[in-house]
């Protein structure tokens, strides 16, 4: 995994660094960690902090505060005032002057904001499957969770290997993809009951 993440993450930094938008942002959607979890060892809280860590190792600059440049951006909640979605994606900049700034790329245009009005986001060097839905990366590494992971699906798989553009790199063991391509999403509308009982 680390030698996976890790060079996507450096690029980020060195480009936000630069003080370079375009290559940072193009740099933010050349690749996506999906996780079918929030938590845990396979959970995306657990690989943020995961790609953080190595990060410090590798650039020797510890990982302190929680806006860095190359920090990338996920928006969790719609702010009208500022224009910016829940689901839209972002990254922090270092302007020529030091300052750090977030620009998401929003539905309708790019924004830069300062970071202290961005209040509902979260780091994203992981996101969820269901997140994810409706954006892309040229590159998307699938890690599965074990198969007795009741999120595992086969509709939850497509979903994640349908965000890649060009190449997708799935992690698990045989067991798992195994779980994720043959176990269907059971729908609990309660609508089979509802139809036996009306006969």
Not at 120 to 141: F, L, N
């Amino acid at each position: 995994m680390r030698s996976l993440l890790v060079p996507r993450a450096l690029d980020l930094v060195r480009a936000a660094e630069r003080g370079d938008v375009e290559s940072t942002l193009a740099a933010l959607d050349r690749q996506r960690l999906l996780c079918a979890h929030r938590e845990g060892p396979h959970g995306v809280r657990h690989w943020n902090r995961q790609v953080e860590r190595w990060l410090t190792e590798e650039t020797g600059e510890p990982i302190w505060s929680t806006w860095y440049a190359g920090r990338p951006l996920l928006v969790t909640a719609n702010d009208y005032g500022l224009g910016v979605h829940n689901g839209d994606t972002g990254v922090v900049v270092r302007r020529g002057d030091g300052v750090l700034r977030a620009h998401v790329a929003g539905s309708t245009r790019r924004l830069d904001l300062a970071t202290s009005r961005l209040g509902q986001a979260e780091t994203m060097h992981a996101m969820t499957i269901h997140k994810s839905q409706g954006s892309q990366a040229d590159e998307v590494v699938v890690l599965l969770p074990p198969p007795d992971s009741r999120l595992l699906t086969r509709e939850l798989f497509y979903t994640a290997i349908t965000r890649a553009r060009e190449r997708v790199v799935v992690v698990g063991g045989p067991d798992d993809v195994r779980a994720a391509v043959t176990r269907r999403a059971l729908r609990a509308s309660g609508l089979s009951q509802r139809l036996a009982a009306s006969h």
